[in-house]
């Protein structure tokens, strides 16, 4: 499709959500920005190293990284460690640089509501991460940030390359104690929802690694979605997707980890900070499979 053709479209169907839209018309997420490009979408470096610190001034925020199975969503700080780690205030991620392509500062106006965020994508047009302002984020912080990272050439269009074919995250058989059935996920949620079990559930994708570190409490079944919706924090799964989940004897633990039909890591969830009750809930999931 043409950048025409994607405003045509999109105005025709302003209301479906961003991923839906672009899945549904077979180009890259990346693609339907790039066609908006202007005054309220442009393109900013995506490098980590240069926009991270940057949005370290947003002040409270809202990391969002997902892959085709998994959404987290985590208000924080962005608290740079180094050039591909934030820690501290609620927000962790474990960045792969090369991944982070292309980036886009977006504002979007409702009669409502003025929404700001900050998208970054892989060189297929694949999100990787986004960060969107809450109401207690720094707005000038934004227009500092969209003013030093503004790239000199704003194309319509980009250059993505075709979308890399998933390369297995093959387990170690060795540290393989249990095959889990898909419901074991929710199982495990609930659970540890009932019990104050801490956790850490890191949902990764090629670009990033997300992971929080706490409790959960409100657990929300849709259909073949399960869904953490905490005030802080949000977890969105298909269970659909997950063809193999494994309890594992990481280096650092007992984990369960999640893989999508290609062998492709979905999710993992392990011990959080306070590790007490953990092995016992890990260790006494009962869907496992015949």
């Not at 892989?122 to 207690?136: M, Y």
Request: with cysteine; aromatic share 4%; charged share 20%.
């Amino acid at each position: 499709m043409t950048p025409a053709e994607i405003r045509t479209a999109r105005a025709a169907n302003h209301r479906a959500r961003a991923r839906d839209f672009t899945d549904a018309h077979g180009i890259p997420e990346a693609a339907l920005l790039a066609a908006h490009v202007g005054p309220d979408t442009v393109h900013v470096a995506a490098a980590p190293d240069r926009l991270i610190p940057l949005a370290a001034a947003l002040g409270e925020a809202l990391a969002l990284t997902r892959n085709d199975s998994a959404v987290q969503e985590r208000q924080g700080r962005y608290c740079p460690h180094d050039p591909v780690t934030v820690t501290g205030d609620g927000i962790e991620l474990h960045i792969r640089p090369a991944q982070w392509v292309h980036a886009f500062a977006v504002t979007e106006r409702t009669a409502k509501s003025v929404k700001r965020s900050v998208q970054i994508f892989d060189a297929a047009g694949d999100a990787v991460h986004k960060i969107h302002l809450t109401d207690d984020s720094d707005v000038a912080a934004f227009a500092d940030l969209v003013a030093a990272l503004r790239l000199p050439d704003q194309p319509e269009a980009l250059p993505f390359v075709p979308r890399a074919t998933p390369i297995p995250d093959a387990p170690d058989p060795a540290r393989t104690l249990r095959r889990l059935s898909p419901a074991a996920m929710t199982e495990l949620l609930e659970r540890a929802a009932a019990g104050g079990v801490s956790l850490a559930i890191r949902v990764t994708n090629p670009g990033c690694a997300q992971v929080f570190r706490g409790t959960v409490a409100r657990i929300l079944p849709a259909g073949y979605w399960i869904n953490v919706m905490d005030p802080r924090f949000n977890l969105h799964l298909r269970t659909d997707h997950l063809a193999t989940v494994l309890l594992t004897q990481a280096p650092d633990g007992l984990t369960v980890d999640a893989f999508g039909p290609t062998g492709e890591a979905i999710l993992s969830v392990g011990a959080g900070p306070d590790a007490s009750g953990w092995d016992a809930l890990a260790r006494g999931l009962t869907a496992e499979t015949t």
